[in-house]
């Protein structure tokens, strides 16, 4: 476990260079002038001063190899093009932690609403509740996470009136973005741990349990959950990246003050130091989450040898 960890963090520095080095290809790539996004044009000696701040005057190869990096990284002073009395890093310091809440609270209810529901649908084989839950999953994986947020707003904010429609603050406005977030995911979950219980409930140990006198619950939970729970387990990774990622749309449907909102608006505005620290803060992201999947991985069954092979 212990090479696991060091490998892959050793693999870190690595990815975040490539994935840096293709982040900045594209943005340098795409058409547009960053510094004339505004209503109008700056003035030639604004220009000048402005290409002075961001390193315009000088190759590309230098900007995105040299300067931008030393200033993320090291210094930490990288500044926005959008916000220009901020810094990259003090942008996402100030908006990430309501990324990261909403994320959060989105994970818990699809790992927690996903694993119920399979469990209920395998014991329940057949039955209306195993009916219910795979058509909801169906609903769930099928439909875009944008038309999700507008069918909740429209019912929920508009007609009923019972939830805000957007904003962020209140315990009330994170519920509706927080199971727009969730939804195709604990679809996803759902179903994986229905199949994932109803091939271990068939297994030969679980009959040998239940020969033994144990009750169902005691079975259920103490013998079939663990072995089923693996497949959620592998999940959990991508769904996490998924979750923090998809919550850009979110964000911006709902109108959160998240790095989602930011982002999206980096890339509409051609901030291209804002969009390179927020793609290279979810691709650090991205590779922890994996990480920490397969240490869980260890802690769930010790049985597996993670790593090896």
Not at 55 to 66: C, E, I, N, Q, S
């Amino acid at each position: 476990m212990t090479a696991l960890i060091l490998r892959r963090l050793a693999q870190l520095p690595l990815i975040l260079v490539t994935v840096y080095v293709v982040s900045a290809f594209l943005l340098w790539a795409k058409p547009g002038d960053p510094l004339s996004t505004g209503p109008k044009p700056p003035s030639p000696a604004a220009r000048k001063a402005m290409e002075l701040r961001y390193g315009m005057d000088k190759p590309a190869w230098v900007r995105f190899g040299l300067i931008y990096p030393r200033q993320l990284v090291v210094e930490g002073t990288l500044p926005s093009f959008q916000y220009m009395d901020w810094t990259v890093p003090e942008i996402i310091a100030m908006s990430f932690p309501v990324s990261f809440q909403l994320g959060l609270f989105s994970l818990i209810l699809a790992l927690l609403g996903g694993t119920g529901a399979g469990m209920v649908s395998a014991i329940r084989r057949n039955t209306w509740l195993d009916h219910l839950s795979l058509g909801i999953a169906l609903i769930g994986i099928s439909l875009p996470v944008f038309v999700i947020a507008e069918v909740g707003l429209m019912v929920l904010s508009v007609w009923w009136g019972v939830l805000p429609v957007g904003g962020w603050g209140r315990p009330s406005q994170l519920i509706l973005p927080g199971v727009t977030l969730s939804l195709p995911f604990m679809a996803y979950m759902a179903r994986l741990m229905r199949a994932a219980m109803l091939d271990v409930l068939d297994s030969d140990f679980i009959r040998t349990a239940k020969a033994k006198g144990l009750s169902g619950r005691v079975v259920v939970l103490k013998h079939a959950f663990k072995n089923s729970f693996l497949p959620i387990l592998s999940f959990l990774g991508p769904a996490a990246a998924g979750i923090f990622t998809g919550s850009f749309v979110v964000e911006k449907i709902f109108n959160i003050p998240g790095l989602g909102t930011h982002f999206v608006n980096s890339v509409l505005n051609g901030d291209q130091t804002l969009a390179l620290g927020v793609v290279l803060l979810y691709s650090t992201m991205l590779v922890v989450f994996n990480l920490l999947v397969d240490i869980g991985y260890a802690a769930v069954d010790p049985r597996i040898r993670v790593g090896e092979g």
